[in-house]
């Protein structure tokens, strides 16, 4: 509690997903969720993300991931187990490494994105960018965060007194080609 944090507004970002995607249509979403086992802020995402989709009555499946394991060994293994279960989704909503990796599954069974499936990652980071289609984020204010928590470390370090306990960053929806453009 004495500790000060720079994060960014996880239930905005959930809920501009969940929006995103039932804009689009979706009836069946696959969400890639962290690992209840750890205490996180990332949580307050996945928990907005399945209240409005709810809400919308659009059913959705969590997937939960091991802490912290982005390696491509695991992703491949994350989306054949998926994939084996034979439970069609026309949403996906995850990080963007796993949204990317379900992305390029899916499109080489033959599944067309976003007409059958539509997908919203989340933190936005350049690899969202550099595949086809560009994927619609959430995206995180990465330079941002870096900033402020340099900021904050070395007025720590000075021993000068800080405003706020935590600081919360706001997150923005780039729209890729893995939506549809609706209003």
């Not at 960014?8 to 962290?34: I, S, Y």
């Not at 802020?41 to 928990?47: A, G, K, M, N, V």
């Not at 599944?111 to 997908?119: A, K, N, S």
Request: with cysteine.
């Amino acid at each position: 509690e004495d500790i000060p944090v720079v994060a960014v507004d996880h239930v905005l970002g959930g809920r501009m997903a969940a929006d995103e995607l039932a804009r689009n249509g979706c009836k069946k979403v696959l969400q890639f969720r962290g690992s209840l086992a750890v205490e996180s802020p990332y949580h307050d995402r996945h928990r907005e993300f399945e209240k409005v989709m709810k809400e919308k009555n659009i059913e959705v499946f969590s997937y939960e991931l091991e802490w912290n394991r982005f390696d491509n060994e695991y992703i491949e293994n994350v989306i054949r187990d998926v994939f084996s279960k034979n439970i069609l989704f026309d949403g996906v909503f995850g990080v963007d490494l796993f949204a990317i990796g379900y992305m390029n599954a899916a499109r080489i069974r033959g599944i067309r994105v976003p007409e059958d499936l539509r997908i919203v990652s989340y933190d936005g980071t350049y690899v969202t960018r550099i595949v086809e289609p560009k994927m619609t984020s959430v995206v995180q204010p990465i330079e941002e965060l870096a900033r402020e928590s340099v900021r904050l470390v070395d007025r720590l370090i000075n021993g000068s007194a800080y405003q706020d306990k935590k600081l919360v960053l706001e997150v923005k929806l780039q729209k890729g080609g893995t939506t549809f453009h609706c209003s």
